[in-house]
Every structure is written in structure tokens, then in C-alpha cells.
């Protein structure tokens, strides 16, 4: 039987999958001006946030109207409850990628610090997590989710090694170059949440898939 | 009339019942349940329709379980083989047992009269007698043998109280019942059957002619009673089974499909068939 519910799921999917396009287009921007200490890039990347919050709220409404006209059940239901939380985390994604910004832009006008090997890596690392997810949710694909959740420890050890490198090599050492090191920190630190969202995300896709929930015990899988 | 086939009924033992192994699903307090009434093996025949087929069901003391299923599916025959309500239907038969405290209510020495009293009823359609609010109570009190004015009263009053009623109609109780509003007529009929002191009532729909207002004090009652007595409901509205059961079954075309905590079938159930009724993909 056609059910025009079906319609209104398949809008939904197809918003939270344009503005995960935008999410990672927004890590990849920023990661783009930090390298080029481009603070065009890094500027248009905080003004395209505001169309990824436009989309978040469109999001947010059209779940509310669907869970006050449909009441979904089973799989309906745990696709709008996973695509409520998903829809948060790409946004609060693209608000990192504007923290990373801003920080581009507080040294954009300076001298490198040093070349820029391991936060390439890190940013490479975690814009592979987000599309897994994305690929995940539109394949309802419980293994690639779970690969997403694994692949967090390699993010967090990189974070650890970027901030003991940062910490010897420049802010115990030079004074004068604190403040530059200290941005890479806080951009380490922030590409280290994005991970984070991530696993929040499969974590969501894994509840969508199967109905279990993995939140804080990854050894239910 | 009904007519058991003693070569298929079987030891309660070996009946392989739809067990529960996990009631809460994990998420919540896992509480052990004490089964009020077993169904096994259990067959029903409308002539040579076949309208239940094998169906093994446990149900639980003191617990609220929804019966769920498209028109037709044999829900409301299931429950009215539970207080041989099938018993008036010409040409009917039906096979297996179903124990009530371990004890087959076909069985040769089961007193119909006294399962009725054991297993009340509430219909679809309010069904009050033509008589005051208060002659509703007292006659299936009378009937049942009552005699005592103030013990009558009292009973009266205290299955109007439980019915969620008496406030309404404390100063009507010699007004005809039919007076009353659809919902108020429903939980009159709830009153009639608690009155009687049963162990199990059971709900065809309860609800189906009833305005929201009238529903929601309904299925506010039904959580109340479920303190003292076993509920068994069927119904078509699916936001009504969560909210007031605990446990669910899910029947198509005579079978059970499907039967386990109303969270897990809800949220996640496991035959694609019950997805699909349930959110509405059936047909």
C-alpha cells in the first residue's frame, strides 16, 4: 500500500543528507583556509554556517510534524528519533568547523609556525568518520556504523600527540609562539569533538538499524 | 456448541509456549511474571473456517495485554473463548485448552457460569440493562445470589468508586442508566463487572465509540484496575495499546505472530509482518 508518510521519511533523509554535504564541504573549507592561512576562505566558512542552522530548523519541524501527525512506530520511529539526533550533531559538526575557522583567523596574519603534517591527517581522519556515517545512515548499514565507533581511538591518540608535540616543541620552549601553538591545540581539540559527533551519529544509526543502544557500552555490539 | 477433541489436547507441559525470556528488553527492571492464564495448542473452527490456528499465548497476572491485529484476524474469538463467550456459537469448535490457574476451563468439570463470574467482560458498544444506575450493580449482586440491602449498597458504591464513576452520579443512582453519556455508560458497564469480583476482565474495543475525553478516563481506569485484576484489551487504535499495556499480541489471519513486551514490539518488533501492520505499510 503507497503511503504518503513514505514521502515526507524520504524528505527528511534526503534534507539530512544535502546538509551533511554542506557539513563536510564546511570541515573541508576550513581545514583548507588553516593550511593556506586563508582568512577569505576561513570567512566564508563562518557565513555558510548560518544556512546549515536554517536547514537543522527545517529538520527539527518536519520531525515534530511528523511525530504529531503519523505517532511513527518501530522502524518509522527510530528513523525520526535517529534523524532528530543526527541533525543536531551535523549542525553542532559545522559549528566546530567555524571554531576552526575563527581560530584560522586569529593567526592568519602571522608566520607559520610549522609546517602542517599531523592536523591534515587528524582532519583527514575525521572527515572520513562523518561520510562513513552519512553513507551508513543512507544504507542503513550497521557495520559501517560500528567501523565509525572503532575509529575514534586513532582520532583521540593523534589529538594526544598534535597537543604533546605543540606543548614541548613551542610552548614550553618560545613564549612568542604560545599563542600560534595554542590555536593548533584548540583545532586539534575541535577536530577531536567532530570525532566525537561522529560516533554520536553511528551510534544513532546503530539504534535506527537494530534498536539497540550502544550510547556508553560499545562492547554490546 | 463447543466440542474439545481430546486426541489433541496435550500436557500443558509440552505445549512449547510463546515464553518471554526477557520482558523489559533490557532496558528497564526485569521482573519475573506470573502466568494467569495459559493458552495451548489452541484451535477454533467457525464451521469448517479455521479462525484460530495453534495459538500458545501466556498471559500475565495483574498485567494489561493488548490484543492487536487487522478486522478479521480472530482477536475478539480469542477473548471470548476466555470466559466461553464461543460457547452460544452454533457450529463451532474448539481444540487445545486454556488453563486458567492451571486449570482447563474446557474441561469436564469447568462450570461456564462460574468462569463468567471469574472472567468479566466489557464490550464495544456500552450495553447497560434499562433499569436505574444503581439496579445495573445490584442486579448481577442479586443474581449471584446477594441479598443483604446494605451489603448490596455498599458493593454498589464501591464498584462505582473503582469505576471512576461515583463522583458523577452520586446523587442519580435511581435515574436510568441510559441517561448517562457514552463513557459514563462504559464505565457503569466496568462497575457491573467489577462488582462481581472477577480475577481477569477482558475489553473488545472498549473504546471505539467513545470521544477522546471519554477514552482517555477509560484507559486511566484500566491502569488503575490492573493493580487488582488481569486485563486483557483488544483494540484497533495503536497508540491506545502503548499506552495502557504491557505485553502485546499481534494476530493475522489466525495466527499469532508475534507476542512480547508492548515496548519491544512497538520500538522494534521482530516479524516484518507486525512492522508492517503496525505502522501502517499491512495490505
Sequence with gaps: ?221 | MIKLDAKNRTNSADMGYTEIKDPLNKVGNFLPEKTKIKAGNLNFYYGKTHTLKDINLNIYEKKVTAIIGPSGCGKSTFIRLLNRMNDFVADSRAEGEILIDENNIFGKTADPVEIRKRVGMVFQKPNPFPKSIFDNIAYGLEINGAKDRFYIEEKVVNSLKKSALFEEIRHRLRDNALGLSGGQQQRLCIARCIAIEPEIILFDEPCASLDPISTAKIEELILELKKDYTIVIVTHNMQQALRVSDYTAFFLMGELIEYNTTKKIFENPSDRRTEDYITGRFG
Design chain 1, 1 to 221: 500500500m503507497y503511503r504518503h508518510f513514505e514521502d515526507e521519511l524520504e524528505d527528511i533523509k534526503n534534507t539530512i543528507l544535502k546538509m551533511s554535504a554542506y557539513v563536510e564541504e564546511e570541515i573541508e573549507n576550513s581545514i583548507k583556509a588553516l593550511k593556506n592561512l586563508d582568512p577569505e576562505l576561513a570567512k566564508k566558512t563562518i557565513e555558510k554556517d548560518r544556512e546549515i542552522d536554517r536547514i537543522e530548523i527545517s529538520v527539527d519541524e518536519k520531525c515534530a510534524e511528523i511525530i504529531l501527525r503519523h505517532h511513527p512506530l518501530a522502524g518509522d520511529l527510530r528513523f525520526v528519533l535517529a534523524a532528530l539526533k543526527l541533525n543536531n550533531d551535523l549542525e553542532r559538526i559545522a559549528d566546530l568547523a567555524v571554531d576552526i575557522a575563527e581560530r584560522t583567523l586569529e593567526i592568519s596574519g602571522r608566520p607559520p609556525l610549522k609546517e602542517l603534517v599531523k592536523i591534515p591527517q587528524l582532519a583527514g581522519l575525521v572527515k572520513l568518520m562523518l561520510k562513513n556515517s552519512v553513507e551508513a545512515f543512507t544504507n542503513r548499514d550497521y557495520e559501517l556504523a560500528k567501523k565509525v565507533i572503532l575509529s575514534d581511538a586513532r582520532v583521540n591518540s593523534i589529538r594526544d600527540e598534535i597537543m604533546a608535540e605543540l606543548t614541548e616543541n613551542f610552548i614550553k620552549k618560545d613564549p612568542a609562539a604560545a599563542e600560534r601553538a595554542l590555536a593548533l591545540i584548540l583545532i586539534s581539540r575541535h577536530l577531536e569533538r567532530i570525532g566525537d559527533h561522529c560516533v554520536n551519529i553511528a551510534e544513532d544509526i546503530i539504534y535506527m538499524v537494530s534498536a539497540k543502544i550502544v550510547k556508553h557500552h560499545h562492547e554490546e555490539f
